[in-house]
């Protein structure tokens, strides 16, 4: 495996989750393209990037927008291969998208094996006040769905409450998100660092 010099990352990242959980307007306005009223779901794929600095890494962030609908399945899951994170998003307000939020983990994990760092996004929150009660997902299911499948697939997990339309917490999770896979490709150097012979293992 080769890496970039240790000053400069570049990370695959798939967002995936229901379709209409509000995936594409979580990456437009993290990218500062702004936040748009009408749905046009994802067809396939979308595909964006970006670059920052971070804790002094130059950071190239790949983001590949994943359709939720389950016909596109078969596309998908050439997209997760080779992914640095993952950010899984459910709504809210959408009590299904959450049930479906494990299923969305197995299949990541189908197509990649062990899951790289992972962000949690319960999304829309902006629209929580005006959805029964009983039908809203807690943040306390969140934050326990979230720390489950950490302990339970051993996978650093970032778990934020989001809205698009506030912009609530959205670059704090994208930047923690880095964080983890900055620290988890430190690891991969480590590993992949070759050792220095001993002296007297030189001279045999």
């Not at 999304?123 to 009660?133: A, E, G, I, S």
């Not at 490709?185 to 012979?197: A, F, S």
Request: aromatic letters at 10%; zero cysteines.
């Amino acid at each position: 495996m080769t890496f970039e010099a240790a000053g400069n990352r570049t990370f695959k990242v798939v967002l995936i989750g229901d379709g209409a959980v509000g995936k594409t307007s979580l990456r437009r306005v993290y990218l500062g393209e702004g936040f748009i009223t009408s749905h046009m779901p994802t067809i396939g794929v979308d595909f964006a990037q970006t670059r920052f600095d971070l804790d002094g890494v130059n950071i190239r962030l790949i983001i590949w927008d994943l359709a939720g609908q389950p016909t596109f399945e078969k596309v998908r899951r050439h997209y997760y291969v080779g992914s640095s994170g993952i950010i899984l998003v459910y709504s809210v307000v959408d009590r299904e998208s959450f049930d479906n939020a494990s299923k969305w983990l197995v299949e990541a994990y189908k197509y990649m094996g062990k899951l790289p760092p992972t962000a949690v996004l319960a999304n829309k929150t902006d629209l929580r006040q005006d959805n029964p009660f009983e039908k809203n997902v807690t943040n306390d299911e969140g934050h326990k769905f979230a720390q489950f499948f950490s302990e339970k697939l051993t996978v650093p997990v970032v778990f934020e409450e989001t809205s698009a339309v506030t912009g609530q917490n959205i670059r704090e999770a994208f930047t923690k998100l880095t964080r983890l896979m900055i620290e988890m490709d430190d690891r991969m150097r480590l590993v992949q660092e070759p050792k220095l012979p001993l002296k007297n293992e030189s001279k045999a």
